[in-house]
């Protein structure tokens, strides 16, 4: 049974171009969690999705948005990259209602 | 403003020893505590977890017990195995909004386990 799975595993940006993470939720999971963890601190949410749409947002500006489709699958967008994005980005799903999250490996996202 | 602290960013102790992780809250609303283990290179893993109508909870080798008054919850490994080695993350979570779940994760505290 594939737990989350998220692509790519590392990814170098320049300041200000966009950049798109994947994730595919465990089988069963309908609910996807972003959060963004910087080094040496604990992950932080950066919003939620289910049913296709964006249930509740962190404090994260705008130029971080998201999408979920019809599979469950989600991603992540930030567009105008600033050298203080880069961080492990961490996908988590579970199903509606549930009190635990599966997280997956995370993407390493690294601005230069 | 952080609202889910770990003061010890890293912990030492000896195999067979017991091992105690604390987190402090400040938020009275967080109903829910969770403890994370996290390996590098992989996601955080689900380890225990406690509601805030109890005071403790047990799962094998590890114990969680909650103080609300002092808004303090500690994580206990009895014994400790070099295997547990891993950075700890204490979670925690406001009561569900629309069936939404949001975790306020601690720092981290980065837990060794010497033979």
């Known amino acids: 049974d594939a737990g989350v799975t998220q692509s790519p595993t590392h990814l170098i940006k320049t300041r200000g171009q966009q950049v798109t993470l994947r994730c595919s939720p465990k089988?069963?999971?309908?609910?996807v969690s972003w959060y963004q963890q910087a080094l040496g601190q604990g992950p932080q949410f950066i919003f939620q999705?289910?049913?296709?749409?964006?249930?509740q947002r962190g404090n994260f500006p705008d130029r971080f948005s998201g999408h979920q489709f019809p599979n469950y699958s989600s991603e992540l967008n930030v567009n105008a990259l600033l050298l203080g994005d880069s961080a492990l980005y961490l996908c988590?799903?579970?199903?509606?209602?549930?009190?635990?999250?599966?997280f997956g490996s995370g993407t390493r996202l690294t601005v230069v | 403003d952080q609202q889910v602290k770990q003061n010890s960013p890293s912990l030492s102790v000896q195999e067979g020893r017991i091992s105690i992780l604390n987190c402090d809250y400040t938020?009275?609303?967080?109903?829910?505590f969770l403890w994370y283990k996290k390996y590098p290179a992989e996601g955080p893993t689900f380890l225990i977890s406690?509601?805030?109508?109890?005071d403790k909870n047990e799962d094998g080798r590890f114990t969680v017990f909650l103080n609300k008054s002092a808004k303090h919850l500690s994580l206990h490994i009895v014994p400790s195995q070099p295997g547990d080695s891993a950075v700890y993350f204490c979670?925690?979570?406001?009561?569900?909004?629309?069936?939404?779940?949001?975790?306020?994760f601690g720092q981290g505290t980065r837990l060794t386990i010497n033979p």
């Open positions: 988590a799903s579970s199903w509606a209602g549930s009190d635990g999250y599966t």
């Open positions: 089988s069963g999971h309908d609910t």
């Open positions: 999705y289910y049913e296709e749409e964006e249930r």
């Open positions: 938020n009275s609303m967080f109903d829910y």
């Open positions: 406690i509601s805030s109508i109890k």
């Open positions: 979670a925690a979570s406001p009561p569900l909004i629309q069936g939404a779940q949001k975790l306020v």
